[in-house]
């Protein structure tokens, strides 16, 4: 009898980490996508600053260019190109 309820309390275990994996999945994957397009926005800016100070070419790194690389990676990243140009 006691091999059956360990049993049971194994496969409950098991069954609640599966369960509490799936529930957070999204928000993991959500996270690394995040992280992912703020190096790629960070390192298109560094590129940017680099080669484009010979032209006068250069974005700030500040608060409101950080949220927005965050957010939109490297689209972000050209958003801020359009922006400078236009202002």
Known sequence: M?????????????????LVLRILSKPIRFLFKLLINTALGFVLLWIINFFGGAI??????SLFNALLIGLLGIPGVLLLLAIHFLL
């Open 2 to 18: 006691e091999s059956v309820s360990m049993i049971v309390v194994i496969a409950a275990i098991v069954l609640a980490v599966i």
């Open 56 to 61: 006068g070419l250069a974005l700030e790194f």
